[in-house]
């Protein structure tokens, strides 16, 4: 299914105000979907929270602390086209279904790594999660933005995703109220405890603490993917189709430029995106003074402020094209990490809070841009562009690096403020869809 590029160069405001949002006869299949963006951002959250959860109970460093986000990274990276292949024999419903199935089996792995108490089990876990986000991100993306009017493709996007940041909201405060056992102990107090021999039990217990969370949401995940399995979902285009040309090839993707460039966008926004929300819960205790629990919930604060950029965005497209307001928040985005790193404290921490709303409409943009006129293609490149989460594998640990090397954990956000550069040029001149005249051989 080509998807038109008008909203895009610039549609007048009451041209897009005239389009149906909403899939006519497929709200329920729409809503099921929808629902999947609100239930792969609980995990995401947490991961945020399993950092600096992980710093205490396995006594490790900030760079092996960030291995959570390469492990859960990698597995979008590595599953996200073998997901798409998937998909093109068996269509999208096939991919909800059996990327909720490995979401509910990594959320249930929890248990049996807490009950060892192997750090690495727990990243097999959080991969096996990952990679069943891959394939629900891989399907639920160009579902959405295929299902229904081309020309709201951008707007209806944002709106899925906008549930997204509800389920970052509600895994931030599951990890800080139930995680999160709010007991810090000092350097003496770990000497006294080692003297005891009750530090030990002190940190099995902390890794327990993992446990019930984790198993409630694998029975959601499993929940839902009955329900999925039991409706009837729409065939999008190309879906039934069995030709090479009906599915689309890689190959073909070299056509279209604006297509790699939001690849590429998408790397640095994901990298900016998690390396933020990791490092903030640090950031606060550092500099503010805070406690964990403190920040954890300062963290959720500013997750709130993503969702309601992600809702107030998506009015805003109304009537400004969506590559025009993300290069706006973008530039906004540039200032207030410039402050972070610059006006460590009180200053830094609030800048680096309200990043969150300018960064709320991104990665939908990017991704419903950079499927612009794609047509067959549409459900590879998509595959791509969930690939590029790999940006948070690669950034957070980069950050990590950073903070330890100049210890300095505001410092380490430099890395986010060169990704916002980038997502803003993008947005500038990159993001207009355009094809090449003469397809690769």
Same mark, same amino acid.
């Given at each position: 299914?080509?998807?038109?590029?008008?909203?895009?160069?610039?549609?007048?405001?009451?041209?897009?105000?005239?389009?149906?949002?909403?899939?006519?006869?497929?709200?329920?299949?729409?809503?099921?979907?929808?629902?999947?963006?609100?239930?792969?951002?609980?995990?995401?959250?947490?991961?945020?929270?399993?950092?600096?959860?992980?710093?205490?109970?396995?006594?490790?460093?900030?760079?092996?602390?960030?291995?959570?986000?390469?492990?859960?990274?990698?597995?979008?990276?590595?599953?996200?086209?073998?997901?798409?292949?998937?998909?093109?024999?068996?269509?999208?419903?096939?991919?909800?279904?059996?990327?909720?199935?490995?979401?509910?089996?990594?959320?249930?792995?929890?248990?049996?790594?807490?009950?060892?108490?192997?750090?690495?089990?727990?990243?097999?876990?959080?991969? /096996?999660?990952?990679?069943?986000?891959?394939?629900?991100?891989?399907?639920?993306?160009?579902?959405?933005?295929?299902?229904?009017?081309?020309?709201?493709?951008?707007?209806?996007?944002?709106?899925?995703?906008?549930?997204?940041?509800?389920?970052?909201?509600?895994?931030?405060?599951?990890?800080?109220?139930?995680?999160?056992?709010?007991?810090?102990?000092?350097?003496?107090?770990?000497?006294?405890?080692?003297?005891?021999?009750?530090?030990?039990?002190?940190?099995?217990?902390?890794?327990?603490?993992?446990?019930?969370?984790?198993?409630?949401?694998?029975?959601?995940?499993?929940?839902?993917?009955?329900?999925?399995?039991?409706?009837?979902?729409?065939?999008?285009?190309?879906?039934?189709?069995?030709?090479?040309?009906?599915?689309?090839?890689?190959?073909?993707?070299?056509?279209?430029?604006?297509?790699?460039?939001?690849? /590429?966008?998408?790397?640095?926004?994901?990298?900016?995106?998690?390396?933020?929300?990791?490092?903030?819960?640090?950031?606060?205790?550092?500099?503010?003074?805070?406690?964990?629990?403190?920040?954890?919930?300062?963290?959720?604060?500013?997750?709130?402020?993503?969702?309601?950029?992600?809702?107030?965005?998506?009015?805003?497209?109304?009537?400004?094209?969506?590559?025009?307001?993300?290069?706006?928040?973008?530039?906004?985005?540039?200032?207030? /990490?410039?402050?972070?790193?610059?006006?460590?404290?009180?200053?830094?921490?609030?800048?680096?809070?309200?990043?969150?709303?300018?960064?709320?409409?991104?990665?939908?943009?990017?991704?419903?841009?950079?499927?612009?006129?794609?047509?067959?293609?549409?459900?590879?490149?998509?595959?791509?562009?969930?690939?590029?989460?790999?940006?948070?594998? /690669?950034?957070?640990?980069?950050?990590?690096?950073?903070?330890?090397?100049?210890?300095?954990?505001?410092?380490?956000?430099?890395?986010?403020?060169?990704?916002?550069?980038?997502?803003?040029?993008?947005?500038?001149?990159?993001?207009?869809?355009?094809?090449?005249?003469?397809?690769?051989?």
């Amino acid at each position: 299914m080509s998807v038109s590029s008008s909203a895009s160069s610039g549609t007048s405001s009451s041209q897009r105000s005239a389009h149906h949002l909403f899939p006519a006869g497929q709200l329920v299949p729409f809503i099921l979907v929808t629902v999947l963006f609100f239930l792969w951002g609980i995990p995401s959250s947490m991961n945020d929270v399993l950092i600096r959860q992980f710093m205490k109970s396995f006594a490790i460093s900030h760079f092996q602390a960030s291995l959570v986000q390469s492990a859960f990274y990698i597995g979008y990276f590595l599953v996200a086209t073998p997901a798409a292949l998937v998909m093109r024999k068996a269509g999208y419903k096939a991919g909800f279904i059996i990327g909720l199935l490995l979401f509910g089996l990594g959320d249930f792995l929890f248990w049996p790594a807490a009950l060892i108490g192997r750090y690495e089990f727990f990243l097999l876990a959080l991969f /096996v999660i990952a990679s069943g986000l891959s394939f629900l991100e891989t399907a639920s993306n160009p579902f959405i933005a295929q299902l229904g009017d081309p020309d709201t493709s951008e707007q209806r996007l944002n709106f899925s995703q906008a549930f997204n940041p509800f389920g970052a909201i509600s895994g931030a405060w599951i990890g800080t109220t139930f995680i999160f056992s709010g007991i810090e102990l000092t350097p003496a107090e770990i000497t006294v405890r080692e003297a005891q021999n009750t530090y030990q039990a002190y940190l099995k217990t902390e890794t327990l603490r993992v446990i019930e969370p984790y198993l409630v949401i694998g029975c959601i995940a499993f929940f839902w993917a009955f329900l999925i399995w039991r409706t009837k979902f729409p065939s999008i285009q190309g879906e039934q189709g069995n030709s090479e040309k009906e599915h689309g090839r890689f190959r073909e993707l070299l056509r279209y430029p604006h297509f790699w460039l939001a690849v /590429v966008a998408q790397f640095f926004y994901v990298g900016a995106q998690v390396g933020t929300w990791s490092w903030f819960i640090l950031y606060a205790q550092r500099y503010a003074h805070q406690p964990e629990k403190a920040a954890g919930y300062l963290l959720t604060g500013s997750l709130v402020v993503f969702g309601i950029g992600r809702f107030l965005s998506v009015y805003l497209m109304r009537f400004i094209a969506p590559n025009k307001l993300m290069s706006a928040y973008g530039l906004i985005n540039i200032v207030l /990490v410039s402050i972070g790193v610059l006006v460590p404290g009180w200053t830094g921490l609030w800048a680096l809070f309200l990043t969150s709303f300018f960064m709320s409409l991104m990665f939908p943009t990017i991704f419903a841009l950079g499927l612009k006129g794609l047509g067959p293609n549409t459900k590879i490149g998509g595959s791509l562009l969930v690939m590029a989460i790999v940006g948070g594998a /690669v950034l957070t640990p980069m950050m990590g690096l950073i903070s330890e090397r100049f210890h300095s954990i505001a410092l380490a956000y430099s890395v986010p403020l060169v990704a916002y550069i980038v997502i803003a040029l993008y947005s500038l001149l990159g993001s207009k869809p355009r094809q090449t005249l003469i397809a690769p051989a």
